[in-house]
């Protein structure tokens, strides 16, 4: 059978993998003119040689990325642990709070113990078990992150000086607004396994582009610069697809099954009156655009050099609560051995670099969650099981949950299960990678 896929982030290339290794003709379409999981890999070009820095930094651990882990480990792909170390301060001031592991409220012993920061540790920990607690004895779904939060009783301190700057600026990047409206069991089932014991944060070794190319090595077609501009899918028969060539010339391409893995905003625009139902879903899906900034700015960054960490979280109250985070890509990337000149990437900057150090500017779109996103997760997943189906949408918004590289591989695996077409990993190799 031929397939098209559309969009070449994690979802559509694990999509695109599966259907090549089952033997399928496949054409994947990406409108940029790089694979779309790696299209903001950065070159730098700061000494003699070339360092190649991943954007965004994309981090896992075995734990709560069980089937990204196992994608990765059956194309033979290395990681290594990241450096974990993360500081929070407010714009301008100085660092307050220094831990050891991100995501784990360990303090780094060198760093003094104010009478605020041991509260805010404690609260942590209490937020911690409260949280598993509330989770074993099932929460609503609709009780969103705000109210918990104000039931709890948990201090304005420590969502606006630790809590939010590290939801807003790592896991869910997104404005402080949307973190209330979150699903308060989506983040706390998320926080509870990226700081479960044990569990290592990772990153791959040789970065996204290795990946990429991995996943695009057989032998299906890869066609960059290739925009979708509409899919028309009769009541019977192929689907076919309008695209635009590199050229600029129109073309329409036909194919037996069409996999959108597009953002739902983008996937909704392609599809025309009579997938009427498919957009009324998709167009409940909410985005915020994230700014992605790598630059040599060290005003983005803790006053203090010796108090870096790899992950910077800055905050400010005023005029409005916001954080960035500012990762020290020369500690992020081991290999680099380049301690000068320290580059940064900063996520959601509340404060603009100098012009003049800026390498590369991106603007990423990520999904947000909320009760709009809980219906049509819902809505979805009855639609894709519609008997007759031939296009089909995955993406890390597609599925329940965080949207992170695993909610794209797991929406990339039900359509495949969809589709009939054999997986390229069972149950039984997911538990065992699990136990590595
Ligand atoms: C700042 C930041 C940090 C993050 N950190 C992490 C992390 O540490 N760990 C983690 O797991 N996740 C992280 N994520 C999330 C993760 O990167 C995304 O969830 C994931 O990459 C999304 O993949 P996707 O396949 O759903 O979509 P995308 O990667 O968005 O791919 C969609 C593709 O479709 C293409 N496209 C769109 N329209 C068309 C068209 N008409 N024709 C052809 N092509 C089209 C686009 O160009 C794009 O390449 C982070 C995200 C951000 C923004």
Not at 61 to 85: H, I, K
Not at 212 to 233: E, F, K, P, W, Y
Request: aromatic content about 6%; charged content about 20%.
């Amino acid at each position: 059978m031929r397939f098209g896929i559309i969009g070449s982030g994690i979802a559509g290339l694990t999509a695109a993998w599966a259907l090549d290794r089952s033997g399928h003709d496949v054409d994947l379409f990406e409108c940029g003119s790089s694979l779309g999981m790696a299209a903001q890999t950065v070159d730098l070009n700061l000494d003699d040689k070339v360092r190649v820095g991943d954007v965004p930094s994309r981090m896992f651990n075995r734990l709560q990325w069980p089937n990204l882990c196992l994608l990765y480990d059956l194309l033979g792909v290395d990681t290594v642990p990241v450096e974990p170390s993360q500081t929070f301060s407010h714009l301008h001031g100085p660092v307050y709070l220094r831990l050891k592991n991100a995501y784990r409220a360990k303090l780094d012993r060198n760093f003094l113990l104010g009478r605020t920061v041991r509260k805010l540790l404690k609260t942590a920990a209490e937020l911690k078990s409260a949280g598993v607690r509330d989770l074993a004895a099932g929460l609503p779904s609709d009780l969103t992150l705000g109210s918990y939060l104000s039931n709890s009783g948990v201090s304005r301190d420590f969502i606006s000086d630790f809590l939010y700057p590290t939801l807003s600026s790592t896991v869910c990047t997104c404005s402080y607004a949307s973190l209330d409206a979150y699903p308060a069991s989506i983040i706390l089932q998320a926080l509870r396994e990226l700081t479960a014991d044990g569990e290592t944060l990772l990153k791959t070794t040789h970065g996204t582009r290795d990946v990429v190319n991995r996943l695009v090595s057989g032998n299906l077609a890869t066609r960059l610069n290739t925009r979708v501009h509409q899919i028309d899918a009769p009541p019977t028969g192929p689907v076919d697809l309008k695209l635009q060539l590199p050229d600029g010339r129109m073309q329409t391409e036909t194919f037996d099954h069409v996999v959108v893995s597009t953002q739902a905003n983008h996937a909704r625009d392609l599809l025309n009156e009579s997938s009427a139902e498919d957009r009324e879903i998709l167009a409940m899906f909410d985005y915020e655009s994230i700014p992605v900034i790598v630059h040599l700015d060290t005003r983005l960054m803790p006053p203090r050099r010796g108090h870096w960490g790899t992950f910077n979280m800055i905050s400010q109250r005023d005029p409005q609560p916001a954080a960035m985070c500012t990762v020290l890509m020369n500690q992020f990337h081991r290999d680099w051995q380049m301690p000068s000149p320290a580059v940064f990437q900063t996520i959601n900057p509340i404060l603009e670099p100098d012009p003049g150090s800026v390498i590369q500017t991106s603007v990423l779109q990520r999904p947000l969650v909320n009760r709009h996103s809980q219906v049509a997760w819902e809505r979805l997943s009855a639609a894709m099981l519609r008997p007759g189906r031939r296009i089909w949408f995955c993406g890390s918004y597609a599925v329940a949950g965080v949207p992170l590289l695993e909610t794209g591989v797991v929406s990339a695996v039900n359509v495949l299960q969809g589709l009939d077409v054999e997986l390229p990993f069972t149950d039984r190799d997911l538990a065992a990678s699990s136990q590595r």
